[in-house]
């Protein structure tokens, strides 16, 4: 059996844990910016976001299905918020009072989550079943009895998603030129693999939309922040608070 999601899902976690080594442990100590440590930051949340997605679709039983929805959630938002911090030192374009109301925003809903008996997606699981996918991999499903703040997280997500398209938008490429439409086409690939997700009515949709989305606007991100001969270094893509 071809099991395509753990290759796409290993694959895309392995691409964001080089990435996030590379942006700690070689970009940070070489120009000490901010930066690199929040793009670090997201890659590894990308990362334990796309194997926590892995762990939902192999889970054999509902105590292991509840914690790896669990850690896909916290991951989920810590991933977004991360990516807003990367904005906000890249841009320059998040007021202060945005980006630490959106910090404690995302820090509630985490410990909400956390706490939470079944997480904030469901108040109870009924059964987990599988699914036979049409390459004939076969993943997990779950029946579920939706949380009344089941909709907290994607609202959330999106909220944090639009941060981040205000902080571009606004965005003066002043010192990179030629990023606009990478980090554009970027945000649009991530935003429609969100929307895929919204619209499918399961807790957990068929396929890693959302989980890839991220992949290609990190990698983008990345690509919009390297070192130019340019730039003056420690001083670009600070955020102003």
Known sequence: MTSLLRWLLTGASGICILLALKHLLVDFRASRRRIHVALGAAALAIAAYDYAALGVYRSGAIEDYVSAVRIHVVSAVLAYLALVWVSAFRTRGVPGWLLWAATGA????????????????????????????????????????????????????????????YAWLSHSDDDQPGTAIPVATGMAVLLATMVVEVADPRVVPMLPADELGLLVLILVLAFATRPTPNSRSGQRGLVQT
């Open 106 to 165: 995302s820090v509630v809903v985490v410990a909400w989550n956390v706490l939470s008996t079944q997480t904030l997606l469901f108040d109870g699981v009924i059964e987990v079943q599988g699914v036979l996918l049409p390459w004939g991999e076969v993943i997990v499903q779950a029946v579920v009895i939706p949380s009344a703040w089941s909709h907290v997280v994607e609202l959330l997500t999106f909220a944090l998603y639009g941060v981040c398209a």
